[in-house]
């Protein structure tokens, strides 16, 4: 069973990946980009954390994907652009490459250390044993003691993050062409 | 027979790798800067699986944690950068990241 979601999810998941890196279409990326995170959710379940999944929907498939796809309408760029020109020769095949390259090391990395990967944490408390709520309750716990600060720093992340957005995205009187030729 | 068989942490950390590297030819090939941007989240959700994974495997809480503070700071990241690319493709009708390489004012 567990197999099975497994392979499931890792179906969706690379699908996903694959759409959002060969589909022409901005519109049918970003729908790909919600398979794999959905994907990427269903993975979180099945390795108990039930907290994580569901943040992971509520922020990246509610909120991030739907501001994409804002984008991309807002922009007028929703049509298939053409991706068999490529200006620099080389630059697939070398990115392709070096990407191959990249996994296998990391891939090597894993198998050569699995082996030290042994249990040395605090536990886990999942909801297998009854409590249904635990694994939020042990998230909670460790932001709101060990980690306040990094959380009380995110609020002001967000905070500037928002008005530097409004500031940036704003239309100004004196808009002009960064080419120099006005629009 | 295949019942029997459980997915070990290994093979979540091996498809995160994978995906990380679809990410990363996804950066390095496309000229769109929207589909760039999603594969910078692909990268990212790669990484969260991974850290994920490892919780699971040292059972300890902080990877799941840090999973956490990554979602927030991605959302910070993709308001920013979306605005960014708002902001310059106004002005211009071609979506492309080689138009931009002259960054003059």
Known sequence: MELFVFVCAAAMVLAGALGVV????PVHAALSLVLTLFGIAVMFVSQQAEFLAAVQV????????VLFLFVIMLL???RAENLKTEPLGIQRPLAIVLSLGFVALLVATILQGRDSLNMRGDGLSTAANGDHDANIRQIARSIFSDYVVAFEVTSVLLIVAVVGTVVLARKRKS???????SA | ????????????????????????VGVLVRRNP???????EL???????????LSTQLTDINGQTAVFFVLVVAAAEVVVGL???????????????DDLSALKG
Do not use: C, H, Q
């Open chain 1, 22 to 25: 060969l589909r022409s279409n």
């Open chain 1, 58 to 65: 509520v922020v990246y498939a509610g909120a991030i994907v």
């Open chain 1, 76 to 78: 007028g760029v929703d």
């Open chain 1, 175 to 181: 808009d002009k062409d960064i080419t120099g030729v």
């Open chain 2, 1 to 24: 027979m295949l019942a029997t068989i459980a997915p070990t942490s290994t093979w979540y950390l091996i498809l995160g790798a994978v995906l990380f590297g679809i990410g990363m």
């Open chain 2, 34 to 40: 929207l589909i760039m941007f999603m594969s910078i």
């Open chain 2, 43 to 53: 990268m990212l959700n790669a990484v969260n699986l991974t850290f994920v994974a």
């Open chain 2, 83 to 97: 605005g960014i690319i708002v902001a310059i493709m106004r002005r211009r009708s071609e979506v492309s990241v």
